[in-house]
């Protein structure tokens, strides 16, 4: 539950990724490129000694893993300290959105943008299902709120009705970049601007996480993209279970 996950919109590449905090993490995105594997050159004496080569130095490398490499729980993400989360406000189409007048409902925030064409719409999906799965009392009592990285080309408009697309308990919201930044570094998001070959269009490499806060305001867990429906509507039901 608390694995990230990243989302991009558009083919896949490989690129050093931008953090909120500075810092910087590369990871690979989309298809998985093919090599075509040549002829080893050279007389048949190293024809043999090449692969008994790569054999040894194999060896040693699992040996060294089962004996002294102890993996960083946050390597994988690069983050350095976990995410604390945090109260913010900002803007839907409505008004101003505090998430400090929300105590007393489970809010799950998800950062992207209405123009992501796979990541943002499959997590809406999960959301959506997990919602359905509750009764309409409990599900009033969760609300999702859909986080825009992209302000400039989200309006408060476009956003309520991406939100209101997928379940009425999903409110879209965004902010200035400012804003926005600060609210995905205190839970622990990134995104990046990532400008097309053309040069006329661009997408945002964005955090995939569903981050689930409870009725305390206290970021309780992130899901990671992919999760089965009934998992997270079994962590909502827990949730709404708990005494307030």
Not at 7 to 24: C, E, I, L, N, Y
Request: net charge positive.
């Amino acid at each position: 539950m608390h694995q990230k996950g990243y989302g991009v919109g558009g083919k896949g590449f490989s690129a050093d990724r931008q953090w909120t905090d500075g810092s910087t993490v590369s990871f690979y995105y989309g298809q998985a490129r093919r090599f075509r594997a040549g002829a080893v050159s050279g007389d048949g004496y190293m024809k043999k000694v090449v692969p008994v080569s790569l054999i040894l130095l194999l060896a040693a490398v699992l040996l060294w893993l089962v004996l002294y490499w102890q993996p960083d729980k946050n390597m994988s993400i690069g983050i350095v300290q976990t995410p604390m989360g945090g109260d913010f406000t900002l803007k839907a189409a409505t008004g101003p959105v505090d998430l400090k007048a929300m105590r007393g409902k489970v809010v799950v925030l998800f950062f992207g943008y209405t123009m992501c064409p796979d990541v943002c719409p499959t997590s809406m999906a999960l959301l959506t299902s997990a919602l359905s799965g509750l009764s309409e009392d409990k599900a009033k009592q969760v609300q999702g709120l859909f986080i825009s990285v992209d302000p400039d080309r989200d309006t408060l408009q476009r956003l309520q009705s991406y939100g209101a697309y997928f379940h009425p308990q999903i409110l879209g919201v965004t902010g200035t970049r400012e804003q926005v930044a600060a609210v995905a570094k205190m839970y622990g998001a990134a995104y990046r601007k990532s400008e097309q070959a053309s040069g006329t269009d661009y997408v945002m490499d964005h955090t995939a996480d569903l981050y689930v806060v409870d009725q305390k305001g206290k970021l309780h867990s992130s899901v990671r993209h992919g999760t089965p429906p009934s998992d997270l509507l079994q962590l909502l039901r827990q949730l709404l279970k708990r005494e307030i």
